[in-house]
Structure formats: C-alpha cells, structure tokens
C-alpha cells in the first residue's frame, strides 16, 4: 500500500522495537525531551539513559529514529543545546528531529510542534 506507520508508545525493549519491525513499522518516535543535566528536573519516571537505549533498540531493528523534545519547561537556553548536542552525537542521528514548544494558554497547556524532516 505505500504506506508509512509512525507511532509513539513510550519505552521499548529489545524484544518489542523487534515485533514493530515484523509488524512493518516504518518510525518510531521517542524524545528524550531535554538535555540529561536538566531532565532530572522535568521526569522522574525513568532515567536519560533508558530514553537512550529506547532509541537504540529502535534503530538496531532497523525502523527510523525520529527523536526531539520540548521547549518552554523554564530551562536555559544551554539545555536546548545539550538536548541537540545529544541527538547529534547518536551512532546515526534521527531522522526527524521534532521540536515542541510547550505554550501556557489561560488555565491550559498546548503543545504545538515544529518538525524537522531531514
């Protein structure tokens, strides 16, 4: 059919990343956010590392990588860097790099994304 499956289900292990690609998965999406010197300060549930191995996983199962995070959490302009810095230190970087920016509307939260497909 030509058709391309992207899908965002939190952390993976090996043996999953492994059933996506047998379910002909084309990407897998899974940012770590932020920068590891300021994810402590925003996730408790689950370490940098762990996000970093998801997205090995992923691409040791031969899917694409599309990997970002959010901007707008109140952390300094040199996490964001941090954040970049680790994306593009990955063994192969992501194909999709997806910025979010978290924007406070009234009482609300919304989150509009920017994507950038190489």
């Known amino acids: 059919m030509g058709i391309e499956v992207c899908c965002t ?5 090996k043996d999953q990343a492994g059933e ?3 379910a002909d998965f084309t ?3 899974h940012n770590p956010d932020t920068s590891r010197e300021y994810y402590p300060n925003i996730i ?3 370490s940098y590392d762990e996000r970093l191995q998801t997205l090995e996983y992923v691409r040791d199962a031969w899917i694409n990588v599309c ?14 860097v941090g954040l970049l810095h ?9 194909e999709s790099v997806p910025i979010n920016a978290l924007v406070p509307i009234n ?12």
């Open 67 to 80: 990997s970002g995070g959010i901007i707008g959490l109140g952390e300094a302009e040199e996490y964001l």
């Open 44 to 46: 408790t549930t689950r």
């Open 107 to 118: 009482q609300f939260v919304a989150i509009i994304i920017l994507s950038y497909y190489l």
């Open 9 to 13: 289900l939190g952390m993976l292990d």
């Open 27 to 29: 990407a897998y999406n």
């Open 20 to 22: 996506l690609k047998k």
């Open 86 to 94: 680790t994306l593009s230190t990955l063994p192969t970087h992501p």
